[in-house]
């Protein structure tokens, strides 16, 4: 029998949603955050949103049909929960707007970056534009008029669509009123147009204003009474039934481009979309007027990310850096294995390079005397060197096993697509087990010595990719600790193979272990502070949702345990209520980098006890995913990942955000003069003088 909670502990999972964009969007509010990286966290906010929808309302959408009962340990139930998230996404997405039109908008002009708006093009403007559309555009338009042959078109899950109002017969002698054009998918949305033309250092025109001034070159001898641009979003849950399918890839791949095709769960208008036209679409989309979001300016703020990336304007951005490199591997072509077999080594990203994890592998990949590889793929991108230098391992004839998660969401088609290059080279690619993602970080390389076969191994609590090694904050840790490497090896046993599972001596393991061990730890700090002794729990995670979990800190709390939560997203706990949790604090880091460590700190009587983890405090990473959690062993890097893992966040008073009993956030408040910025701090200990960057 499931347990249950008093759902007044606990808080909504989508409205904590909602206030961690919130917390985004502020960043695109503080003027003294560089411009176009103001632009980048707009962005990002409509980024998140689509997923929000695609996922979350989607979800909550399905489960109102069912008639579906409480959706979580809150006991909300789908409709309850939908109803109230409606008024504080419109709110959140009109300040978003309005942060866009009235304050990012006139600040870029004055930079003399510009989106040049239709009603203002001079003649050289509108040549330039017209000679695009005919060049560039039109030859890839598919106009569809609607009328009895031709109905309402399928319409690609958040593509740009214009819905077009006409006038007067057709070739054919058809009086059709309306047509839709879908904008191609192809062309950016802010087209760069010279300077010449332009007047301006950076002119952009957007594809919308394009299509607008010319629709009607697409209905020759008709008059175009209107084009309005909408897009809609739809439920992007894949349906893969894992027990029923023979070949989870095969039905993956043909599940795949329905994602494009799933219910509708929002309809974006722009602001001079009339009523009609708007009750006219949601109609076709079979949403109600809540599900209407009309909007000034673009429907499709996302696609504004790459505007700074076209802009050289290094005043207006962050100011680069390189990331360092630990002293026992800042010798060139240092030997990881002679290195590793002395040492254990911590790599904290970004502010330490995720190079050496490359150099690991592609010296694994050419050194005769290692016999296998094994690594996890959770994410690794399109372009991949660690996936490359696996490729390049299998063909020189080592053992290659890689377990590739299929099923990580919207990475999907490039983990089936390395799956199949490295089959065909003759890796070993298994899927992982059925009904649990895996989404342990692991990395084994088994290498013949003088003494017999050693093991090496690597851990994280980021994923093998390259490009977010650079944007995410993470722990690596490689070690060829014995016991350690015989609980890795263990792992990927389960994973490839079939049995019972083992004991393992220091990984916390999901499904098995790790909810079991963490509880367990939570409870020795309080049994702990009821013996007087002080008690002390910090842990640092994305999410804390599981309900058992928040009750046995709310135990802790109640009992004297000191604890210090840094969560980046959504906290279903509640902070500061007396009698249940005064003793709780809860933060939120939102800046530069995105905060995905995992750490979690048990005093347990001066043990000090340090853990890093590929695991987040929710019920998917505890019961439905393979996860690993591991000690740090080394006293030395134990320190390491306190101070900069735990502590520098809890002192930081410039990008912390402290959360109240009721859900809502504030920045922290500081008494001390002096600002101190973690992730700042991280970067001028750990980075490397920039004129070392080529080396990285």
Not at 102 to 108: G, K, Q, R, S
Not at 197 to 220: D, M, N, R
């Amino acid at each position: 029998m499931a347990k249950t909670f008093p759902s007044q502990n606990f808080l909504n999972r989508e409205l904590g949603l909602l206030e961690f964009n919130r917390r985004v969007l502020a960043q695109a509010e503080d003027a003294s955050v560089p411009l176009l990286e103001r632009l980048k966290y707009l962005c990002i906010v409509s980024s998140n949103l689509d997923e929000f929808f695609e996922i979350r309302v989607a979800g909550l959408k399905e489960q109102a049909k069912l008639g579906g009962l409480a959706a979580g340990p809150d006991g909300l139930e789908a409709t309850q929960i939908l109803k109230r998230l409606y008024a504080p996404t419109h709110q959140l997405i009109a300040r978003q707007y309005q942060l866009f039109n009235e304050e990012l908008v006139p600040a870029l002009a004055q930079q003399g970056i510009k989106f040049l708006r239709r009603t203002h093009w001079n003649e050289a403007q509108k040549n330039w534009v017209r000679d695009f559309f005919m060049r560039e555009v039109m030859p890839v338009l598919t106009p569809i008029g609607l009328d009895p042959a031709h109905p309402f078109p399928r319409v690609l899950n958040k593509s740009l669509n214009f819905a077009v109002e006409l006038q007067g017969k057709d070739a054919f002698g058809r009086n059709s009123a309306k047509a839709i054009v879908q904008a191609p998918r192809v062309l950016p949305r802010a087209i760069l147009i010279p300077p010449e033309i332009s007047g301006c250092p950076y002119g952009f025109v957007f594809l919308s204003s394009i299509l607008h001034a010319h629709v009607g070159e697409l209905f020759a001898g008709m008059e175009v009474q209107g084009c309005y641009q909408f897009r809609v979003t739809r439920n992007s849950d894949l349906f893969v039934d894992e027990e029923e399918v023979k070949n989870l890839r095969i039905s993956l791949q043909g599940e795949l481009p329905q994602r494009h095709f799933g219910d509708a769960v929002r309809l974006e208008v722009a602001d001079n979309c009339p009523p009609a036209m708007s009750e006219f679409l949601l109609q076709q989309f079979e949403l109600k007027p809540e599900d209407l979001y009309s909007v000034k300016g673009p429907v499709n703020l996302v696609r504004l990310m790459r505007i700074p990336d076209q802009v050289a304007r290094d005043d207006l951005k962050f100011a680069p850096f390189a990331p360092g490199m630990p002293t026992l591997l800042q010798k060139k072509g240092a030997d990881m294995f002679k290195v590793l077999r002395k040492n254990d080594v911590l790599l904290h990203h970004p502010y330490q390079s995720f190079k050496p994890v490359i150099d690991f592998i592609q010296q694994a990949a050419a050194d005769p005397n290692v016999v296998a590889i094994k690594q996890t793929v959770y994410r690794t991108g399109v372009d991949s060197e660690l996936m490359e230098a696996l490729i390049a391992a299998a063909m020189r004839g080592k053992e290659v096993t890689v377990v590739v998660e299929l099923l990580a969401r919207f990475d999907e088609e490039a983990n089936i697509n390395w799956a199949s290059r490295l089959e065909e080279v003759g890796a070993h690619v298994v899927y992982g087990v059925v009904g649990h993602k895996t989404h342990a970080k692991m990395l084994m390389v088994v290498r013949r010595e003088d003494n017999g076969l050693r093991r090496y191994v690597h851990l994280g609590t980021g994923n093998y990719h390259p490009r977010t090694a650079r944007l995410y904050t993470d722990f690596g840790m490689f070690t060829s600790n014995e016991e350690v490497c015989s609980d890795v090896n263990e792992v990927f046993m389960q994973l490839t193979g079939l049995g019972k599972a083992s004991k393992l001596r220091h990984l916390w393991q999901s499904p098995f272990t790790l909810h079991t061990n963490i509880l367990a730890a939570i409870r020795n700090e309080t049994r702990l502070a009821k013996e007087g002794k002080r008690a002390h729990i910090i842990a640092k995670m994305n999410s804390l949702l599981e309900p058992e979990t928040i009750t046995a800190l709310y135990e802790a709390s109640q009992a004297g345990v000191k604890i210090d939560l840094i969560v980046r997203g959504v906290c279903a706990l509640r902070p500061g209520v007396a009698g249940l949790s005064e003793n709780i604090h809860v933060i939120s880091i939102i800046g530069r980098f995105l905060e995905h460590t995992r750490i979690f700190y048990f005093r347990n009587d001066l043990a000090h006890d340090v853990y890093l983890a590929s695991a987040d405090w929710m019920d998917r990473n505890f019961f439905r995913r393979i996860e690993v959690c591991f000690p740090v062993l080394d006293e030395k890097l134990k320190k390491r990942v306190l101070d900069e893992g735990l502590k520098s966040y809890l002192k930081d008073n410039a990008q912390a955000w402290e959360m109240d009993c009721n859900g809502f956030w504030h920045r922290k408040a500081s008494a001390r003069a002096a600002t101190t910025c973690a992730q700042t701090a991280l970067l001028q200990e750990l980075g490397q003088p920039l004129a070392a960057a080529d080396a990285d």
